[in-house]
């Protein structure tokens, strides 16, 4: 079956620290990736995505992502956390043989203290 | 504000009670979707509409109906409610199935007594 596995449920972070929270998918051919932040008490907001050309891609806040596809992976970084990443992270894949369904990870609780 | 309007914000139902989530989006997407998202599980799909006219079941339908009533509006329907149907409910829409990305509601906190 499909799946994706994020690593790390909680992460806690000081301000200025580097961020990198991992995100692994289940072999199923070509996918689209992405990666979603839902802050406390609001709803989930796309954060960057892949679906081709570079393997690195930057979305907003400073944040980016690298596909490599040998490994399965999706990792997101930020180089220097602030207190406002505090936050819910979410890795989601599209298979594009399953059709329209993306399938979301479990997701990473990231508190960054000040 | 162009996005994705959900309706309501907040429920309780008695077990055995029926209601509908109302979902509508204004930036004539085509897919839309509903998920629900239950701590230490991320979220899973419910249903799904590709397009106007068609829908499918995700990877946790029992329980529940949908309604793609035209392009805007995608509802969801709870027949007899179930406690183990307490959860958050988003509503989503992405304008081509699986690639850009979806735009998600503000959600529906229920709660099944």
């Known amino acids: 079956a499909q799946s994706v596995s994020q690593h790390n449920h909680h992460v806690i972070l000081s301000e200025a620290a580097s961020l990198e929270l991992g995100c692994n998918y289940s072999?199923?051919?070509?996918?689209?990736l992405f990666w979603y932040v839902q802050y406390p008490g609001q709803h989930l907001q796309l954060l960057l995505k892949?679906?081709?050309?570079?393997?690195l891609v930057k979305g907003i806040k400073g944040f980016e992502a690298e596909f490599i596809k040998s490994k399965f992976s999706f990792n997101l970084r930020k180089p220097s956390v602030q207190w406002s990443d505090t936050a819910e992270y979410f890795c989601?894949?599209?298979?594009?043989?399953?059709?329209?369904?993306?399938?979301f990870g479990a997701g990473t609780r990231l508190f960054v203290k000040a | 504000n162009a996005g994705v309007t959900q309706t309501p914000k907040f429920q309780v139902l008695k077990t055995g009670q029926s209601m509908t989530l109302q979902c509508a989006q204004d930036?004539?997407?085509?897919?839309m979707y509903w998920y629900r998202q239950d701590p230490g599980m991320g979220l899973r799909l419910i249903y799904y509409s590709a397009s106007e006219g068609t829908t499918d079941k995700g990877e946790v339908p029992n329980g529940y109906n949908v309604s793609r009533l035209n392009k805007r509006e995608f509802s969801l329907r709870l027949e007899s409610a179930a406690p183990s149907q307490t959860s958050v409910y988003f509503c989503a829409s992405e304008k081509v199935g699986g690639r850009d990305g979806y735009t998600f509601g503000s959600g529906t906190r229920l709660t099944v007594v």
């Open positions: 892949y679906f081709s050309g570079d393997p």
């Open positions: 930036m004539n997407h085509n897919s």
């Open positions: 072999y199923g051919g070509t996918v689209n």
């Open positions: 989601a894949v599209n298979y594009i043989t399953g059709g329209f369904k993306t399938i």
